[in-house]
């Protein structure tokens, strides 16, 4: 599966975002879809991971309560919708897709997309 991420850009601290990812291919439903961002100098960490149907999320402590992560199946997309943005979002973010179970490390996601700018200014 390709992934094509997309919706990022600079934004003031307490504004919001919506992040696309696209994936090619018709056996979307069959991945747990994730978002993952990486900051200068800093490992990729986990953002938020939705499971195939829908029916299981998870979110990084730093993001619950501002990030959402959702998917539509028909059109082949994972969305993350960040509201509440702080300076310290800055990142590239990337979306994943993996065949395990909805999960927190970047191991388990086998395709990656090429990421996303998000610069929150302060």
């Known amino acids: 599966v390709q992934l094509q991420a997309s919706g990022g850009g600079l934004v003031q601290a307490g504004g919001s975002l919506r992040l696309s990812c696209a994936a090619s291919?018709?056996?979307?439903?069959?991945?747990?879809m994730g978002w993952f961002r990486q900051a200068p100098g800093m490992e990729r960490e986990f953002v938020a991971a939705?499971?195939?149907?829908?029916?299981?999320?998870a979110y990084a402590d730093s993001v619950k309560g501002r990030f959402t992560i959702s998917r539509d199946n028909a059109k082949n997309t994972v969305y993350l919708q960040m509201n509440s943005l702080k300076p310290e979002d800055t990142a590239v973010y990337y979306c994943?897709?993996?065949?395990?179970?909805?999960?927190?490390?970047?191991?388990?996601?086998?395709?990656w997309g090429q990421g996303t700018q998000v610069t929150v200014s302060s």
């Open positions: 939705i499971s195939r149907a829908r029916g299981s999320t």
């Open positions: 994943a897709a993996g065949r395990a179970v909805v999960s927190r490390s970047p191991r388990e996601y086998d395709y």
């Open positions: 291919g018709r056996t979307f439903t069959t991945y747990v």
